[in-house]
């Protein structure tokens, strides 16, 4: 597959944060994105027929968590986890991003802001997602009302907790309607360093730097995420390691041509199927990682981010066989 950057990607790649780990701490980081999402106020955000801000329960502590709602009616119910290197996204940062979910899908959205790292290392995000699901489910009541179609999502960093959190559901007997991964994070084994974990994945190469995301920055990302290299192997945070993916809910996984994340995310669609759940890859030709927060300028992104979100949807309205 040959693609060409969309050219309205390539104006705003410029404009992006997060562009210099030698300098950047967890609190400039934060900064930036909320920063960037702050840039977009004048612009109304998608509306949604309600939002709520609700706790729900984390690991070691009560959560704060945003709830999405198109109506009052029974819905699917989706577990969102924002993206942002595990350090640096939040409620805030994937407001409009949750939004359009929700408008998309029908379903209720659940955006939960998981603890982030440094102060919080590995597994701590993981175990606040879990935890976090396993709420949710518990009281489907006061969200979509329906268990047999609940579904988790996530994008990046999120896309990671999502793909973990859905392997933790089958070991546990949870049944999920479905997985939404968009440009996940799945094998961080290497800690984005070593050259031979970086040759598997040639995209870590490809676009190594010059397309908004970089191979160093993500190094800077999992260098505050895990205190010991070696949890690398844990497939708490490299799922494409887990011992077994058979048994998982169907998945959608959407990967960026331009987007160091690109492989091992093909690579973990490609995994999945070989396990036999059903997939669906999207691969996200002219985009770069962060496309599904840039459909309000960017014709190319917003319909590959709406082709995958239907998907979803239809998942969910499948829901669980019983």
Known sequence: ??????????????????RDPPTMTPQSARDALRALAASRAAVPPPPVTSVDNIEVKGAASPLAARVYRMGSSASPTIVFFHGGGWVAGDL????????????????????VDYRRPPETRFPGAFEDAYAAL???RERIGAFGGDAS??????????????????????????????????????????????PRENARFPSRAQNAEGYFLSRAVMEWFVGHYLEDIAHGSDWRV??????????????????AWFDPLRDEGAAYAEALKAA???????EGPGLIHGYFGMGEASDA?????QRARAEFKSLLDRGVSP
């Open 1 to 18: 597959m040959v693609a060409q950057l969309d050219p309205v990607i390539a104006q705003i790649i410029p404009l992006l944060p997060l």
């Open 92 to 111: 805030e940062t994937h407001d409009r991003q949750a939004r359009w979910l929700a408008i998309e899908t029908g379903a209720v959205v659940v955006s």
């Open 134 to 136: 396993r709420d949710i």
């Open 149 to 194: 179609r609940l579904g988790v999502a996530g994008d990046s960093a999120g896309g990671n907790l999502a793909a973990a959190t859905a392997i933790a559901c089958r070991d546990d007997g949870i049944n999920l309607a479905g997985q939404l991964l968009v440009y996940p994070v799945t094998d961080v084994f290497g800690n984005y360093i070593d």
């Open 238 to 255: 490299s799922p494409l390691r887990a011992k077994s993916l058979a048994g998982i809910a169907p998945a959608v996984v959407c990967t």
């Open 276 to 282: 036999g759940v059903r997939v669906k890859h999207h």
């Open 301 to 305: 992104a917003r319909q590959e981010a």
